[in-house]
Nanobody, 120 residues
Framework: QVQLVESGGGLVQAGGSTRLSCAAS????????MGWYRQAPGKQRELVAA???????NYANSVKGRFTISRDNAKNTVYLQMNSLQPEATAVYYC??????????????WGQGTQVTVSS
């Protein structure tokens, strides 16, 4: 089995910063792309940022220039640095990873979600 465990976030003042982490563990042979999604109250889940195994990145237009996604392949960990936070960023953030298990099966995994609340 594979687990994605998220940490970080919490309550942040408007204009502040925080960093989310997501570590994958378990029966992992290879991790392909990793990413972060978020779901705000009453809204659909949306892609925030994604990163390939080679380091190519993609961001939602709403976070470009303020958020940075990165990964440490040796630690099977992806990060989301969130700067200049505004109240509209308040949401539950979910880590995502495409993982080749040691069984030879590719599976798309999700983290448990972590709350980020930005106060004005």
């Amino acid at each position: 089995q594979v687990q994605l465990v998220e940490s970080g976030g919490g309550l942040v003042q408007a204009g502040g910063s925080t960093r989310l982490s997501c570590a994958a563990s378990g029966s992992i042979f290879r991790i392909n792309a990793m990413g972060w999604y978020r779901q705000a109250p009453g809204k659909q889940r949306e892609l925030v940022a994604a990163i390939t195994s080679a380091g190519s990145t993609n961001y939602a237009n709403s976070v470009k220039g303020r958020f940075t996604i990165s990964r440490d392949n040796a630690k099977n960990t992806v990060y989301l640095q969130m700067n200049s936070l505004q109240p509209e960023a308040t949401a539950v953030y979910y880590c995502n990873a495409g993982i080749l298990q040691r069984t030879g099966v590719w599976v798309d995994y999700w983290g448990q979600g972590t709350q980020v609340t930005v106060s004005s």
